[in-house]
């Protein structure tokens, strides 16, 4: 059996890699990028939900960078004729069936 090698970023957390991410990386750079990136996704949903961590992250370290990242995220993709992020999403306990 041939054992291969792994590379750092295999034995590093996903949250250490964005963390990691938007302390290098400024807003705006990784707005382009995301929106750059956006025809990887199958599901719409995933793209907007990293986008929303992403947010999250920039927004817990300087709340300012979170918003410049939405900005920019949203500017870049109506740039490409593509629907901005959903942003405000009510979670499971706010969702009620309809009667």
Known sequence: MIATAQ????RVSTHAR???AIRTASPARLARTFAAELGQFYDRREFDALARRVRDLYATRDPEHGGTFRARLDRRLHDRYYDPVVWDVAGPATHRPAA
């Open 18 to 20: 964005w963390d990691l």
């Open 7 to 10: 590379t750092l970023s295999d």
